[in-house]
């Protein structure tokens, strides 16, 4: 919107041009999502407690979580808001990306607010009953996948890439919508498994944003790209605004959500930031590289399957309490150093993420 305006000015003043490099773009991607985030975060936290629309907590979990009970939910609204107005200031418009990836992000995060009302307000504790969300998540997540593969404009938009293997390249075909749609509803799934604790799903979620704004600016650029030997993915870079977004808004939100939470992302901001990482990710064709960075994710869901598969066939568990960061809290470490040992182990995964760029 703001790009528009930035390209009618210029005819009266050249100084205007700068607003078509994609790095200014970013940063004030991110400061306007921040600002939002910091500026709204009060506001939303009273009228979510008027309206008394709290957290409900297992009593069959950690005894510390009794506390939280109560504690304001559905903040990720809050996020998908900062985002949204961010990315349509700052974005070019005409770029198909952006309107895929922030249509993900709303449609998922419009099923994670239908099954956090039904749990907050409703008082209804299945929420969205299983086999809804996943219906839903599945029309959405193969409606994103037959998008981006029948406006695909060259082969390697659909062509599966290893990193570490420079000579290595897999046409998928028609694969390329059954990996996508997968990619995108599984994270989106494995996000919303790992938001269980205060901070603990938001900042890697930001790490991981941030560093796929990296891979998007470097594959939009047809130099970098062939240096890097990745994927020269046209468009791909507008991107990094959307990317750019995500990490002012989480940041905001973090600073609310931190230990104690004053507020809860709940379903409407996991599902929706999950659904939008593995997206931008199919975008730059750097699918196995999310694997890596989103390690803590991946862990979070093998936890919960692990689980659920060792009691049905053996009727044993495996852990203490699925997901893993419980187990962990039940082994008696506190919260915060379950939460800040998982973002340290995010730090290392992203920089590893990172370095598939040059280790080809």
């Not at 070019?92 to 994670?112: E, K, Q």
């Not at 931190?258 to 599902?271: N, S």
């Not at 093998?302 to 039940?330: D, N, W």
């Amino acid at each position: 919107m703001l790009l528009l305006l930035a390209e009618y000015l210029q005819q009266f003043h050249k100084g205007f041009a700068v607003f078509q490099y994609l790095t200014l773009r970013g940063i004030l991607g991110v400061l306007t999502a921040l600002a939002l985030s910091l500026w709204l975060g009060p506001w939303m936290i009273r009228t979510l407690q008027v309206r008394q629309i709290g957290q409900s907590v297992r009593n069959d979990g950690p005894q510390s979580h009794l506390s939280k009970k109560g504690t304001p939910t559905m903040g990720g609204a809050l996020i998908l808001s900062a985002i949204t107005v961010s990315t349509l200031l700052w974005a070019d418009l005409s770029n198909r990306y952006v309107w895929v990836v922030l249509a993900v992000t709303l449609l998922f995060g419009a099923i994670g607010w239908v099954d956090d009302y039904r749990k907050v307000i409703e008082k209804n504790s299945r929420g969205l009953p299983s086999r809804w969300k996943y219906f839903w998540q599945s029309v959405f997540g193969l409606g994103a996948a037959f998008f981006l593969y029948m406006t695909a404009q060259s082969p390697v938009e659909t062509t599966l890439i290893l990193p570490l293997l420079k000579d290595v390249s897999i046409p998928l075909g028609i694969g390329f919508v059954v990996l996508t749609y997968f990619v995108i509803v599984g994270s989106s799934n494995a996000v919303n498994l790992t938001d269980g604790l205060d901070g603990l799903a938001i900042l890697p979620t930001v790490m991981v944003g941030g560093a796929l704004g990296i891979f998007c600016y470097l594959s939009g650029n047809v130099n970098f790209a062939e240096y890097l030997l990745i994927p020269y993915v046209p468009g791909s870079g507008e991107l990094i605004v959307f990317c750019a977004a995500l990490v002012g808004a989480g940041l905001g939100f973090l600073w609310f959500n931190t230990y104690p939470a004053q507020v809860f992302m709940g379903d409407v901001g996991a599902l929706a930031l999950g659904a939008a990482l593995g997206t931008i990710a199919v975008i730059v064709r750097q699918e196995v590289v999310l694997f890596i960075m989103g390690g803590v994710f991946v862990m979070e869901t093998l936890s919960v399957i692990i689980q659920v598969a060792s009691f049905k066939l053996t009727g044993k568990r495996v852990f203490r309490m699925a997901p893993i960061h419980h187990h962990f809290e039940l082994k008696g470490w506190p919260e915060p150093r379950v939460i800040v040992r998982f973002w340290i182990i995010t730090v290392i995964l992203v920089l590893i993420g990172l370095a598939t760029l040059k280790l080809r």
